[in-house]
């Protein structure tokens, strides 16, 4: 009972401080609440980006050609070079030889092109197609050395993939995320150093308040104990706004654009329960910062 007294008049006296450096505290509490709106929108961003990457690698293929001369030996051969390979799924790897892929063309193909006469009189010898692999990498980052790699392989004619993709929009994402990962850190920074000063100005002003409990022998964890509940006060409330901003703003930017990021192309994670674990991270990234800024000032300010 007697530690749930303590405990108890540690919030009250949390509370009666944050209002007593009302002006402090509203400053630490708004450069809370931008941080974590920052890492908020930062998070949502890279998550559906690295979505929309591991979408890549799941549909995104690298089309091998073999020669259309090439036996059954030699076509052998250039799978299992294939599967030596580390960027590549060994288990999704898929052949196809001219028969099959002749066949695929004919069910695409209307029944009045000339198109459908032609290929239904390819024979085993006169069919021009080339058998061909469909490849599946693991990273889609390192897709480009994976096919320089393949290209090198015996009795591969040809080898595609949508590289304009990689090559263009790939670099722009990481950039993005480097560039908020950076904005973030410095905001963090920042909110920890506000926080530091709301800290010192209620030691200052409970300095004689400390001294008695010094002497009368109160421990120093009860001694620390409001000034980190303070903190920890100060980063929740300053999660507030941005837990609201990310629910709802997601899920209007989600209804807005359809479930599509910038294009058509990148598909949006679904609302629930994407804000849901975002909120929670922020939640506990603001008390965390809120209860670090509190610990390094008590530490540092605080002779006991």
Known sequence: MKAIRIFGRNIRNAFKSIFRNLSLSAASIICTTITLTIVSLSMMVSANIN????????????????????????ITSVKSKILEIENVKSDELLFKDK?????????KTSKDSPL????????EETNPLEPEFIITVKEIRDISKTADTLRQIDNVSNVQYSESVVEKMI?????????TLIIIIGLIVVTIFLICNTIKLTIFARRNEIEIMRLVGTSNFVIKLPFIIEGLFLGLIGSIV????TIWGYILCYDKLNGYLFTNFIKMIKPVPFTIQVSLILLIIGGLVGMLGSWRTVRRYLKI
């Open 99 to 107: 028969e099959t892929i002749k066949e695929e063309m004919i069910k």
């Open 51 to 74: 979505n929309f990457t591991k979408d890549l690698e799941e549909t995104m293929t690298i089309i091998l050609y073999v020669d259309k001369d090439a036996t059954k030996d030699d």
């Open 242 to 245: 941005p837990i609201v901003a």
């Open 116 to 123: 459908y006469n032609i290929m239904n009189n390819w024979t």
């Open 171 to 179: 670099p722009v994402f990481d950039v993005v995320e480097k560039i």
